[in-house]
């Protein structure tokens, strides 16, 4: 009965949240990541939550770099504690938020009191294994625009990840049925 009231709960909030400007926030262990822009993260409730790295797009599993995108997500977040910031769930039901991570190189690494400065987003397109996707920079403050914007500037000048390939085709595209030849 509890589990059901908290489901409820939750799809409420996925239908009231984004409407009110409010974001919520979820804490909890990374115990998995499914391809380049999605993670399970574990609560203290032990519940499960799908998460959808809000305005990333990676390349898909089949794709150039897709492999290589899920593995780096994974050696940034899993099994760490991350603090995922949310205003809305996606067609999937996945939280589309943006996931603060321990920086790999904070002098306090892997203690309880280190802060979750790193945004795991924007560390996978700095990295050039993900997309800014444009399409939803709509939903992110001014100032995320730009950082994400400039980190995949900076990734294509510098040919990292994705862009050492000519042409990457994005994943949106990819997935509606174009292929590198």
């Not at 203690?111 to 996707?133: M, N, R, S, V, Y």
Request: net charge positive.
């Amino acid at each position: 009965m509890k589990r059901r009231f908290q489901a409820a709960l939750v799809g409420i909030l996925g239908l009231v949240v984004p409407f009110t400007g409010y974001t919520a926030e979820l804490v909890g262990r990374v115990v998995s990541s499914t391809d380049g822009d999605t993670l399970v993260v574990l609560d203290s409730q032990r519940t499960q939550h799908k998460i959808r790295l809000a305005s990333v797009d990676s390349p898909e599993k089949a794709q150039p770099f897709g492999e290589r995108s899920r593995q780096n997500l994974a050696r940034l977040t899993f099994g760490k504690d991350v603090r995922v910031e949310w205003t809305k769930r996606d067609r999937y039901q996945r939280i589309v938020g943006k996931v603060w991570v321990e920086s790999p190189d904070a002098p306090c690494r892997g203690k309880p009191e280190c802060p979750k400065t790193l945004d795991a987003g924007l560390a996978q397109i700095t990295a050039g294994l993900a997309w800014w996707f444009r399409k939803y920079a709509n939903e992110q403050s001014a100032e995320d625009r730009g950082r994400y914007e400039h980190a995949e500037f900076e990734a294509k000048i510098r040919r990292v990840g994705l862009w050492s390939e000519k042409a990457p085709i994005p994943p949106w595209e990819w997935r509606g049925g174009a292929r590198s030849e």
